[in-house]
């Protein structure tokens, strides 16, 4: 891998998401070194859910974002339900309660373009399982500012519109299987 | 590599803005500010936002434009029901305690949460005792809550909200209804005072027993939260409630030994210690 370090994760997954991040979020170990900012769009009494599944089967530390908290390792932050969810230049989180966007919030694009603006090429953005567009035109935010990109390849994708829209929005992203992303978020974490 | 160019073009927009207008967005979270100007200036037809500073500075007609998509906010009535239930069952019975009461509603925007403030205490015998502060900085939008119109389709929203924080009456008491517009009733405003206040440049002000600013602090940056909760800390009276927005916290403000946790997941405060 060239470019610079990667600093953080951002990942943008729904219809199938669950499957999908189960393959690979409890693979990771508790000391793996980066944070993942993660958005799923999912109806708002489910989302909370997502994040106490997550939490009783993963190493690393699995929580719902909070306002103005610092970005730490080895935590997955999700984007609580009916806020988007940013990041600030001086590394902490934020939320907004702005119009959703594509009709969704959270929005991947917001997490993905405002994540990019602050780790400039220190950021990874993939895409994953998801029937609509959102995410497409951050992970190529992602990609402009120096970024790695990756997409779930739509042939192992519940849902097909939205790696399909990534692609169509940024051509140089890699594509790959799930079980291959697992193993690359791996690998990024023992670099 | 992209760069910063439109970053710079940014802050000097907004210190132009501060400068010519007073008005200080210098410290709201950039990353939400960002995406509302790169909005405006595409909505408005600028080709850089420094063509949008241009204009700013020499027509004044601009500033209420700007105003407006940087301070844009989108509620409910009674948003986030079980917060009002809270504030009805187990706020109301402290303020029943008091002979006169002063309640804030900071940000008000457009006045949904105003106007669900009014009518639950209407509903529990708390109006007439009761001054509304309902204060915004955005001029348009505090027309809006005093002129008090909602479009027709987003009642049915409204009404199941007030239905689910433990409503007394029925929500329809309130408003007429007449092509596609609810107009809430002028009684309402009785005991409310609209006032231009900005958490960013003003004082404190009266003793208030609960203030309500939700989704407000979202938009701030650090130091301009630890400024609006330190004037919500000074504006309200001993063992007084502050209440915020459901994903809001005072936990990384300097301000959070001030208060003490009464209503955990509601996200409602009492004021602890100070006087």
Same mark, same amino acid.
């Given at each position: 891998?060239?470019?610079?370090?990667?600093?953080?994760?951002?990942?943008?997954?729904?219809?199938?998401?669950?499957?999908?991040?189960?393959?690979? &979020?409890?693979?990771? *170990? @508790? #000391?793996?070194?980066?944070?993942? $900012? %993660?958005?799923?769009? +999912?109806?708002?009494?489910? =989302?909370?859910?997502?994040?106490?599944?997550?939490?009783?089967?993963?190493?690393?530390?699995?929580?719902?974002?909070?306002?103005?908290?610092?970005?730490?390792?080895?935590?997955?932050?999700?984007?609580?339900?009916?806020?988007?969810?940013?990041?600030?230049?001086?590394?902490?989180?934020?939320?907004?309660?702005?119009?959703?966007?594509?009709?969704?919030?959270?929005?991947?694009?917001? &997490?993905?373009?405002? *994540? @990019? #603006?602050?780790?400039?090429?220190? $950021? %990874?953005?993939?895409? +994953?399982?998801?029937?609509? =567009?959102?995410?497409?035109?951050?992970?190529?935010?992602?990609?402009?500012?120096?970024?790695?990109?990756?997409?779930?390849?739509?042939?192992?994708?519940?849902?097909?519109?939205?790696?399909?829209?990534?692609?169509?929005?940024?051509?140089?992203?890699?594509?790959?299987?799930?079980?291959?992303?697992?193993?690359?978020?791996?690998?990024?974490?023992?670099? | 590599?992209?760069?910063?160019?439109?970053?710079?073009?940014?802050?000097?927009?907004?210190?132009?803005?501060?400068?010519?207008?007073?008005?200080?967005?210098?410290?709201?979270?950039?990353?939400?500010?960002?995406?509302?100007?790169?909005?405006?200036?595409?909505?408005?037809?600028?080709?850089?936002?420094?063509?949008?500073?241009?204009?700013?500075?020499?027509?004044?007609?601009?500033?209420?434009?700007?105003?407006?998509?940087?301070?844009?906010?989108?509620?409910?009535?009674?948003?986030?029901?079980?917060?009002?239930?809270?504030?009805?069952?187990?706020?109301?019975?402290?303020?029943?305690?008091?002979?006169?009461?002063?309640?804030?509603?900071?940000?008000?925007?457009?006045?949904?949460?105003?106007?669900?403030?009014?009518?639950?205490?209407?509903?529990?015998?708390?109006?007439?005792?009761?001054?509304?502060?309902?204060?915004?900085?955005?001029?348009?939008?505090?027309?809006?809550?005093?002129?008090?119109?909602?479009?027709?389709?987003?009642?049915?929203?409204?009404?199941?909200?007030?239905?689910?924080?433990?409503?007394?009456?029925?929500?329809?008491?309130?408003?007429?209804?007449?092509?596609?517009?609810?107009?809430?009733?002028?009684?309402?405003?009785?005991?409310?005072?609209?006032?231009?206040?900005?958490?960013?440049?003003?004082?404190?002000?009266?003793?208030?027993?609960?203030?309500?600013?939700?989704?407000?602090?979202?938009?701030?940056?650090?130091?301009?939260?630890?400024?609006?909760?330190?004037?919500?800390?000074?504006?309200?009276?001993?063992?007084?409630?502050?209440?915020?927005?459901?994903?809001?916290?005072?936990?990384?403000?300097?301000?959070?030994?001030?208060?003490?946790?009464?209503?955990?997941?509601?996200?409602?405060?009492?004021?602890?210690?100070?006087?």
């Amino acid at each position: 891998m060239n470019g610079p370090a990667p600093e953080a994760i951002v990942i943008g997954a729904s219809a199938g998401a669950f499957e999908a991040l189960s393959s690979l &979020l409890p693979g990771l *170990a @508790a #000391d793996y070194p980066l944070p993942i $900012l %993660i958005v799923v769009h +999912l109806p708002p009494y489910k =989302s909370s859910l997502l994040t106490q599944l997550f939490r009783t089967r993963c190493a690393i530390q699995v929580r719902e974002a909070e306002d103005k908290e610092p970005i730490k390792p080895g935590v997955a932050y999700f984007a609580p339900p009916d806020y988007h969810l940013l990041v600030e230049d001086d590394r902490r989180l934020s939320l907004s309660g702005d119009e959703p966007v594509l009709f969704s919030r959270p929005s991947i694009d917001v &997490l993905f373009e405002s *994540a @990019a #603006d602050a780790y400039r090429g220190g $950021l %990874i953005g993939l895409v +994953l399982t998801g029937a609509n =567009s959102d995410g497409a035109q951050g992970l190529k935010a992602v990609v402009e500012a120096g970024g790695a990109a990756i997409v779930q390849s739509p042939d192992s994708a519940y849902a097909t519109a939205m790696p399909e829209a990534a692609l169509r929005a940024c051509p140089e992203a890699r594509i790959l299987p799930l079980d291959e992303i697992a193993l690359y978020l791996r690998e990024v974490g023992a670099r | 590599m992209a760069d910063r160019t439109e970053e710079i073009e940014i802050r000097l927009l907004l210190e132009a803005l501060f400068q010519r207008y007073h008005f200080d967005f210098r410290g709201y979270a950039m990353a939400s500010l960002k995406r509302r100007l790169k909005r405006a200036r595409q909505h408005l037809g600028f080709a850089t936002i420094s063509a949008m500073q241009d204009q700013l500075l020499h027509d004044t007609a601009m500033l209420p434009k700007l105003v407006g998509y940087l301070t844009v906010q989108v509620s409910e009535m009674f948003r986030d029901p079980v917060y009002f239930r809270t504030i009805r069952e187990r706020v109301v019975p402290h303020l029943r305690t008091y002979p006169s009461l002063k309640v804030w509603i900071a940000g008000c925007s457009s006045g949904e949460e105003l106007y669900s403030f009014v009518i639950l205490f209407r509903e529990e015998g708390l109006e007439d005792r009761t001054l509304f502060y309902a204060t915004d900085v955005n001029q348009d939008a505090l027309t809006k809550a005093e002129t008090g119109i909602y479009d027709l389709d987003r009642i049915k929203l409204f009404t199941e909200n007030h239905r689910q924080s433990g409503g007394r009456s029925s929500l329809s008491d309130y408003y007429t209804a007449a092509y596609s517009r609810a107009s809430f009733s002028k009684s309402l405003r009785q005991r409310v005072v609209f006032s231009d206040h900005s958490l960013v440049t003003d004082a404190s002000f009266g003793e208030m027993h609960l203030i309500s600013c939700r989704n407000v602090l979202i938009y701030f940056d650090r130091a301009l939260q630890n400024r609006a909760v330190g004037l919500f800390k000074d504006s309200l009276a001993r063992r007084a409630f502050l209440g915020i927005g459901a994903k809001e916290s005072l936990r990384f403000t300097e301000h959070t030994g001030a208060f003490r946790e009464f209503a955990r997941d509601e996200r409602i405060y009492q004021k602890w210690s100070g006087s």
